[in-house]
């Protein structure tokens, strides 16, 4: 279901393991340069530029990006159009398969400038190429552009080219993070080599990547498995609502995923027909004052699969329920009555119930009364708790007493937003934002629980396993509830008996397809939580079909 993810240091140690395998340096250079050319042409014809007689001004750093560049030049010149290497060194700096694919360009009567003479329009190139190919930073490339490169982005960024093709990473942007480091390249197509980096697929990169398409270069299987990464993510995506993806994969390749939802994941004496068989979900929170979140999760629960799910709540949210929701289950709760409807009595009442149920969704709608903190420790401490999925109020309870992580196991799943992760980790959403990869790291050392970090690009940390990146940016789920559907849909999958990392992870990527589902009814938004919910049952049964084309699934 994964593709590699590496980082750029990562990355680095799979190139010198290829080399010390005995693949050389300049063959891995004229790999990446040959992916990279039929990149350029495929998405030079679909912009209705021939590359016979068009000009193409490629703009070289010092590195092994340069390198990309010299070997280019040469396809493009084969190609019948004309290149113009703007070199950010003098020829006799280069080292290296860099140093040897310029001098073969140069034999071959490439022509050759320098990057500070572009930089102050002394040289007779086009202001306008057809094409523009940025080589100048590769993934290396961290902290802050100096003045010089920043120059050389902005007057690449000006150039009024029909084509910009970023060459493994737009210079100027982070691998690590996404972020302009202040100022990034903006192109229409990034190609990177072998696997995506961490920073190339988080949505608020995809401004300066444009359509990210990952091509491979020969790197041996060997080499990535002994050297695994720290991250991955799925290896099929759907279609982005503006007709492009933000990352494409081979074609043939579809997601393993109808076999793992098509059946219970745990053997039922039952039978597969039965409703136990299929899982039970207990849902505990809400108020009086917030009586929707935890019927939403619930109904989500039921709308994923679960054959049995049972609301345990205050009489409002029961209420609630017996109105809008004739098929859940209920269950009253001993000892709780007025505006504190919860307590450490409160808790004990679930004991016995505990134990019959396939997971528990926990928090939706509980509120931030006084005995709520009371409840979580006394729930938390229940003997056969099952796997259990944590949101919303349940998160606030444990920031207000963070001994309770101690009580959190690797069979727990806890779903922050960006605001409640501040709070667990007492800063500010905008820090967690600033640097989301950083956030979740510092939410996996409070607990060796399953953390899912919510938003634009979800990031998903499992004890002992690479984060897993969520690369999509779907408006339609940008709404209120949407975390309680989330919430109850992982609920639904844990009591399917299948993996606690597995369930967290399939229920982002079921929510994502559910939202962007919706675009197709929605596609300015207007939806509500009850339609991402009530979707859900189309979405699964869509999950393992096969590709089509080079994207799949294909909604």
């Given at each position: 279901?994964?593709?590699?993810?590496?980082?750029?240091?990562?990355?680095?140690?799979?190139?010198?393991?290829?080399?010390?395998?005995?693949?050389?340096?300049?063959?891995?250079?004229?790999?990446?340069?040959?992916?990279?050319?039929?990149?350029?042409?495929?998405?030079?014809?679909?912009?209705?530029?021939?590359?016979?007689?068009?000009?193409?001004?490629?703009?070289?750093?010092?590195?092994?990006?340069?390198?990309?560049?010299?070997?280019?030049?040469?396809?493009?010149?084969?190609?019948?159009?004309?290149?113009?290497?703007?070199?950010?060194?003098?020829?006799?700096?280069?080292?290296?398969?860099?140093?040897?694919?310029?001098?073969?360009?140069?034999?071959?009567?490439?022509?050759?400038?320098?990057?500070?003479?572009?930089?102050?329009?002394?040289?007779?190139?086009?202001?306008?190429?057809?094409?523009?190919?940025?080589?100048?930073?590769?993934?290396?490339?961290?902290?802050?552009?100096?003045?010089?490169?920043?120059?050389?982005?902005?007057?690449?960024?000006?150039?009024?080219?029909?084509?910009?093709?970023?060459?493994?990473?737009?210079?100027?942007?982070?691998?690590?993070?996404?972020?302009?480091?202040?100022?990034?390249?903006?192109?229409?197509?990034?190609?990177?080599?072998?696997?995506?980096?961490?920073?190339?697929?988080?949505?608020?990169?995809?401004?300066?990547?444009?359509?990210?398409?990952?091509?491979?270069?020969?790197?041996?299987?060997?080499?990535?498995?002994?050297?695994?990464?720290?991250?991955?993510?799925?290896?099929?995506?759907?279609?982005?609502?503006?007709?492009?993806?933000?990352?494409?994969?081979?074609?043939?390749?579809?997601?393993?995923?109808?076999?793992?939802?098509?059946?219970?994941?745990?053997?039922?004496?039952?039978?597969?027909?039965?409703?136990?068989?299929?899982?039970?979900?207990?849902?505990?929170?809400?108020?009086?004052?917030?009586?929707?979140?935890?019927?939403?999760?619930?109904?989500?629960?039921?709308?994923?699969g679960a054959g049995l799910v049972t609301l345990a709540g205050p009489e409002p949210v029961l209420n609630a329920a017996r109105l809008s929701m004739p098929a859940l289950t209920l269950r009253s709760l001993a000892g709780n009555s007025g505006d504190d409807a919860w307590s450490e009595k409160t808790a004990s009442s679930l004991a016995d119930a505990l134990p019959t149920y396939g997971a528990l969704?926990?928090?939706?709608?509980?509120?931030?009364?006084?005995?709520?903190?009371?409840?979580?420790?006394?729930?938390?401490?229940?003997?056969?708790?099952?796997?259990?999925?944590?949101?919303?109020?349940?998160?606030?309870?444990?920031?207000?007493?963070?001994?309770?992580?101690?009580?959190?196991?690797?069979?727990?799943?806890?779903?922050?937003?960006?605001?409640?992760?501040?709070?667990?980790?007492?800063?500010?959403?905008?820090?967690?934002?600033?640097?989301?990869?950083?956030?979740?790291?510092?939410?996996?050392?409070?607990?060796?629980?399953?953390?899912?970090?919510?938003?634009?690009?979800?990031?998903?940390?499992?004890?002992?396993?690479?984060?897993?990146?969520?690369?999509?940016?779907?408006?339609?789920?940008?709404?209120?509830?949407?975390?309680?559907?989330?919430?109850?849909?992982?609920?639904?999958?844990?009591?399917?008996?299948?993996?606690?990392?597995?369930?967290?992870?399939?229920?982002?990527?079921i929510h994502a397809f559910a939202g962007m589902r919706l675009a197709e009814d929605f596609p300015v938004r207007g939806n509500g939580p009850h339609d991402i919910a009530n979707i859900l049952p189309r979405v699964l049964g869509a999950a393992g079909e096969p590709c089509k084309g080079d994207i799949c699934p294909s909604f």
């Open positions: 279901m994964f593709v590699p993810v590496p980082t750029p240091e990562e990355m680095a140690r799979w190139d010198a393991a290829a080399i010390a395998a005995g693949i050389s340096e300049e063959t891995l250079m004229e790999n990446a340069a040959r992916a990279a050319m039929d990149c350029l042409r495929a998405h030079a014809s679909a912009r209705g530029i021939a590359l016979p007689g068009s000009s193409a001004l490629l703009l070289a750093g010092g590195g092994n990006n340069g390198g990309d560049a010299f070997c280019m030049a040469r396809h493009l010149l084969d190609a019948g159009a004309r290149p113009f290497l703007i070199c950010s060194r003098s020829p006799e700096q280069y080292r290296g398969a860099a140093a040897h694919w310029l001098q073969v360009a140069i034999n071959l009567g490439v022509p050759v400038f320098s990057a500070d003479d572009w930089a102050k329009d002394e040289i007779d190139v086009p202001f306008a190429p057809d094409i523009a190919v940025d080589a100048l930073l590769g993934t290396g490339f961290h902290g802050e552009l100096r003045a010089r490169e920043a120059g050389l982005v902005e007057k690449l960024n000006g150039l009024a080219a029909r084509l910009v093709l970023a060459v493994d990473v737009p210079s100027g942007l982070s691998a690590r993070n996404g972020r302009p480091s202040p100022v990034a390249v903006r192109a229409h197509v990034t190609v990177t080599f072998q696997a995506a980096k961490p920073g190339l697929l988080l949505p608020e990169a995809q401004p300066f990547t444009g359509r990210l398409e990952v091509r491979p270069i020969g790197m041996p299987r060997a080499v990535q498995e002994a050297n695994p990464p720290s991250f991955r993510t799925w290896i099929s995506f759907p279609r982005a609502l503006d007709g492009g993806t933000p990352y494409a994969v081979e074609r043939g390749a579809s997601p393993r995923v109808a076999k793992i939802l098509a059946e219970p994941a745990k053997p039922s004496s039952v039978g597969p027909a039965h409703k136990g068989a299929a899982g039970r979900v207990l849902v505990v929170g809400g108020c009086p004052s917030y009586t929707g979140a935890p019927c939403l999760a619930a109904w989500a629960a039921l709308r994923a969704v926990f928090g939706p709608g509980l509120g931030r009364e006084k005995g709520t903190v009371e409840f979580a420790d006394a729930l938390l401490r229940l003997p056969h708790r099952p796997p259990s999925v944590l949101d919303a109020d349940a998160l606030f309870a444990l920031a207000q007493r963070p001994e309770l992580l101690s009580l959190l196991r690797p069979c727990d799943v806890l779903t922050p937003h960006p605001g409640e992760a501040a709070t667990l980790l007492r800063t500010s959403a905008k820090d967690v934002q600033t640097d989301r990869f950083a956030a979740l790291r510092a939410l996996a050392e409070l607990a060796p629980a399953i953390w899912v970090l919510k938003g634009e690009g979800t990031l998903i940390a499992a004890p002992g396993e690479p984060t897993v990146i969520s690369p999509w940016r779907v408006p339609q789920l940008a709404v209120a509830g949407s975390g309680d559907v989330l919430a109850g849909l992982t609920g639904a999958l844990l009591a399917r008996g299948h993996g606690t990392p597995l369930a967290a992870t399939l229920g982002v990527w």
